[in-house]
């Protein structure tokens, strides 16, 4: 790949703004200085470095975000902020996209890659990929709306959705509220909302836990994210 793009990619600014880097003969390649963006590099092979210190170049990035409400899961929105958005500028250099979408208002787990294969193998509706998610449901939950998601809920548009597991937590019999976790297989849009209107109820917040063999990291603060880990990532890609 071409030296410049290598760097703009690794946060050293534009295609443009590497020049000055490059003409600034702060890059070396193989231990030589190396002043010209055009040339091609081999970022397994060569030793490339800026300033003196090895660049580790990598070609894809996994992250994963701990995502607050108010934000949308896409990569560019005019109106809203993005899940993009909460990422630093430099982490964003290199085109991530998130691996499928959290509704506004949903919070959790959510993988960020420029990984198009990983990201295709987790949201293909062949893959059957579990997703859990935590609700507090606005009316009392009960043995027949655990055995309604067991044989398979009917969505609004006529699409009948896999078994899920539908756990109960806990109720507030005054309030008319319960917490549950519930288990899906598919990803349909606004899936867990629509299948607790199915049986007349409905969904006052949501959190995703899991995703496949992923668990949410509980000590990412709302908003913040981090790398995968390669176990983490080895565990993703076993799915
Ligand atoms: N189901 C929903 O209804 N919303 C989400 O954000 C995710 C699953």
Redesign the pocket.
Known sequence: MRLDKLLANMGFGTRKTVKNVLKAKEVTVNGLVEKDGKTHVNPETDKIEVSGEVIQYQEFMYFMLHKPQGVVSATTDHVHKTVIDLLDPQDQVMDPFPVGR??KD?EGLLILTNDGTLAHNLLSPKKHVDKC?EAIIEGVVNEQDIRAFERGITLDDGFNCQSAKLELLSVDFEKERSVIQVTIHEGKF?????MFEAVDKS?IY?K?LSMGNLQLDETLELGEYRQLTKEELASLRDN
């Open positions: 959290l509704d949903t998610y606004h899936q867990v909302k629509r969904v949501l995703r």
